[in-house]
């Protein structure tokens, strides 16, 4: 088995927008830190999986095409999948000239990674987790779950896979600079923990999930609270791992078709004693549904899920913000859920949820194709 990571900067070297709220009509040009892709490449006798985690809102899947296309001669039987943490303050992936700007970054970048053969371990951690993040919908019960699925020589964790099901969106939508809010932040702190390990962030099903309840203010200093609470988390579970040998990969994909249906949604029917912010957000949704009513054409036609298997340890990639009810879909003994990932695409909110929320503006799925969509997921976590 043969493993390579290596983290690099993705700050754009000109102005641009952000991406992620309404109000962020302007080009920005000041970093409060760096945004980063981290990029691992695992690889055993018969296939290569590279994974990439961006501090990006969400980037197109014809990037990740591209760079399948480019390395598909210099890596054995190629599966490359890119992720985001779905930072709302990273450049916009709708710039051109910065996911081309992207694309070249990490094309060298995966060039310079090194792999190391070793006698690679691993381990699997789940616990429940709503210290940074819970439902966001009022009445509303969620699942939020830490996953770590670390990678060892001689039981020494040498890579981490963080994977978290909350939105990194603290600070409000006229922070004037870009961040890579609390992801960032806690691989940053744990690096500073655990200096010959690496560490990458997976966002999972976070739909319905974030700070609105958990945090006390919108700023930088929020951010570094929250993010502290991931840290010691993570820390407290990476002591005490009993690893076990990991020697191989395998590979699953499904192209998932979509029906769409595009419904009246009646706004009578606000449910009373919800937060001011969900009344804002509500009323945020039924403008973008205006957007959304004049370019139907265009809604995607298919998605791709795919995923990896580690051992005996899978994590299965999906494009959408799927709300945290898909997480009962997968046996989280052994399964990871990675959503933003494949692409980029709207909220899909719970087969049988009927309350009124910001996410289901957008939501235009069938129930047919929701429930065709948690069956794949359950085919992928259980074959």
């Known amino acids: ?70 390395f598909k001669e210099q890596f054995n039987n190629l599966h490359l999948v890119i992720s985001c943490t779905h930072t709302h303050f990273a450049c916009s992936p709708h710039n051109e000239e910065y996911v081309a700007y992207l694309k070249d970054i990490l094309i060298k970048a995966i060039r310079e990674t090194k792999l190391v053969e070793d006698n690679y371990q691993i381990n699997y951690q789940c616990i429940p987790f709503e210290e940074v993040g819970k439902s966001r919908i009022s009445f509303h019960q969620a699942n939020v779950l830490l996953q770590l699925l670390t990678i060892a020589v001689d039981n020494k964790p040498e890579l981490v896979f963080i994977i978290h099901n909350c939105h990194p969106t603290i600070m409000n939508g006229t922070t004037p600079f870009f961040s890579s ?3 960032g932040y806690a691989i940053n702190k744990l690096k500073m923990l655990y200096p010959k390990s690496n560490f990458t962030f997976i966002q999972g099903a976070a739909g319905d999930i974030s700070t609105r309840f958990t945090r006390s203010k919108q700023d930088y200093d929020a951010v570094m609270e929250l993010g502290n609470k991931l840290v010691y988390k993570v820390d407290e579970l990476l002591h005490d791992i009993q690893y076990h040998p990991f020697t191989n990969i395998h590979y699953d994909e499904v192209i998932l078709p979509l029906e769409h249906t595009f419904e009246d949604i009646d706004l009578s029917n606000i449910p009373a004693n919800l937060s001011a912010r969900e009344i804002e957000t509500i009323n945020i949704g039924a403008n973008e549904r205006k957007k959304l009513a004049k370019k139907l054409d265009k809604l995607p036609k298919q998605a791709l899920i795919n995923c990896i298997s580690l051992q005996e340890y899978k994590i299965i990639f999906a494009p959408n913000e799927l709300f945290s009810y898909y997480i009962q879909a997968i046996n989280t003994n052994n399964t990871m859920l990675a959503c933003y990932s494949n692409g980029y695409s709207p909220y899909v909110t719970g087969i049988n949820d009927n309350f009124i929320t910001y996410e289901m503006f957008t939501d235009t799925l069938t129930s047919a194709t929701k429930e065709k969509l948690f069956n794949t997921l359950s085919f992928l976590s259980n074959k």
């Open 181 to 183: 809010e609390y992801p």
């Open 1 to 70: 088995m043969k493993i390579g990571f290596k983290q690099v900067n993705i700050n754009a070297s000109f102005p641009c927008h952000q991406a992620g709220f309404a109000s962020q009509t302007y080009d920005v040009d000041t970093y409060h830190d760096d945004l980063n892709a981290r990029i691992v490449i695992i690889q055993d006798d018969n296939s290569t999986f590279i994974h990439i985690s961006c501090d990006s809102l969400g980037l197109p899947l014809s990037l990740q095409s591209s760079l399948n296309e480019q």
